[in-house]
Structures are given as C-alpha cells and as structure tokens.
C-alpha cells in the first residue's frame, strides 16, 4: 500500500490554485483562496470566487465562491451548445438540464455536510452565517445570509460587514483544513472584534467588561481571547441596560 503524505498533498492544491486565473489573467483573491483550496482539498469542486471589494465597479462587497462539479460544468457546455443552436425545447436538452440540475444537488450536498459540521463547533451570528445562494440554474454560491444586505448598508458598515464576512470564511478554511489533516477540533474562541459582534457591542465596551472582570478572556500579545463557553455565559446572563445607579 503506498502511503498518502497528505501535506504534499495541501501543497499541491496551494500551489495549483495560487496559479490559477480566470479567462482575462486575474488570479484568485488572495482573502478568498485559503478557503478554496481547502474546498477542493474536501473534493468539493470550485468554479468561481471572490473575496468581496469596497468601492469597485461590477464587483459585490463580499466573499463568495461558486460549487459545481467537473461533469455538470461539462454539461453545462453542452446546454449552451444546444441553446445556441435554438434547441430549447428538445428532449435532448430537457435531460441535459435534468442531469445539470442532479449534479448541481449532489455538490451542493457535499458543501452542505461540510457546513453543517462545522457549526457544530462555530458560534456565529445569522448574519455572517455562511449559507447557499442558487443561481437561475441552480448552481450553488456559498457567501454569508447577510451578504445581499450590503446594499443597504452605509459605507463604514458596509466595510465592517466585509471584514466580518471574510473571517467566517476564513474560520470555515481552518476548520477544513483541520479536517482534512484529521486533526481534533480545538476549543473555539474569539478576539474581542469577534466577540463583539457576537453580542451587538462595541469592541471598546466589551474590552472595558472584560478589564472589569465582567467577562474572563485570556490576554495574549496585545489581545484578549475568549473562549467559547465563556462567552455564551456571557451572552445568555441578563444585564440591566444603560449605566449603573451611583450610590449617594
């Protein structure tokens, strides 16, 4: 039996997709390829991505990553074929489209197994929760619930949610990674930017709390972690709202 060396294997995949570009020469996001490579290191198939920019023409401000898989996208080919030729309504195309749409489903599964593991272990607020957009053809586009909302937002928010997207994304790469490398799940925790938007506070507030003692976090470097357990404690532990009553 040869033995698989499952770093060479990462390697491999890093160094594949570091050199990829699309048709006009761009290369994948930086932001954005830590967590298609891990994709593809759990077989799950990648097509397209990006890692979401602010104030760029025709671009959306957040990360996304297109799922499909080699045989739908060689299908795919062959509906467009078909459809050129003005044979929409053909039987041929018809079963096209059936097996497309079948293939499309079982990649979208794989992702949704991956996803579903790994909150399990991840706390997350719905907004920044990773979750799957169809295309009208039904190819699956993972980015954040909240990611469509940015439109709406005002530019420094808009730029917040960014980075917060990323990081969900770039916390769900290393849980994949870990996986892949059958590594045990570490226990979660968060920087107090994480925490923070967890609970809807202010980074400067929650970091007064924990000063204060309010809140345990381990200080390491100039930043304070906090550990999961902790901060759902936290969380579901009533608080007054506003300031305390000075005593007279």
């Known amino acids: 039996m040869i033995a698989i060396d499952k770093s060479q294997i990462w390697q491999g995949l890093e160094q594949q997709f570091a050199k990829m570009t699309d048709e006009v020469g761009t290369p994948i996001d930086p932001v954005i390829l830590a967590t298609v490579v891990a994709l593809n290191a759990q077989d799950i198939y990648t097509v397209a991505s990006c890692q979401g920019h602010l104030n760029r023409e025709n671009t959306n401000p957040y990360p996304w990553i297109v799922v499909s898989s080699k045989e739908a996208e060689d299908i795919g080919q062959k509906i467009a074929e078909s459809l050129y030729d003005g044979r929409r309504e053909s039987e041929v195309t018809k079963e096209l489209a059936r097996q497309h749409r079948h293939l499309l489903l079982h990649a979208e599964y794989g992702l949704v197994k991956q996803l579903e593991a790994f909150y399990q272990h991840q706390y997350f607020s719905f907004d920044r929760h990773l979750s799957i957009w169809r295309y009208s053809n039904g190819t699956p586009c993972l980015q954040s619930h909240g990611a469509e909302y940015q439109q709406f937002r005002e530019p420094n928010e808009r730029a917040s949610k960014l980075k917060e997207y990323q990081e969900e994304m770039h916390a769900f790469a290393a849980f994949l990674k870990r996986r892949f490398f059958g590594e045990d799940e570490p226990e979660q925790e968060y920087t107090v930017a994480e925490a923070a938007a967890i609970l809807s506070m202010k980074s400067d507030t929650l970091t007064h709390t924990i000063m204060n003692g309010k809140l345990t976090a381990e200080l390491r ?28």
């Open 221 to 248: 470097g100039r930043n304070y972690y906090i550990k999961r357990p902790e901060l759902e404690r936290f969380k579901n532990t009533p608080r007054r709202a506003g300031r305390p009553r000075k005593e007279r």
